[in-house]
């Protein structure tokens, strides 16, 4: 992880912030999001 965050660091920020969004969910913490949006980019699909 240390490598690549040095080397492509998009990358790694892509990844960390899956990660988190991933852990919130379970956890319950974030909003789902509209359906549409859940359609279109899988942001906020129950897991």
């Known amino acids: 992880m240390q490598r690549m965050k040095e080397e492509d660091p ?19 913490v974030v909003a789902q999001q509209h359906r549409l ?5 899988g942001m906020g699909a129950p897991v």
């Open 10 to 28: 998009l990358r790694y920020k892509s990844i960390v912030d899956r990660c988190t969004l991933r852990r919130r969910m379970k956890k319950g």
């Open 37 to 41: 949006v859940q359609a279109l980019f």
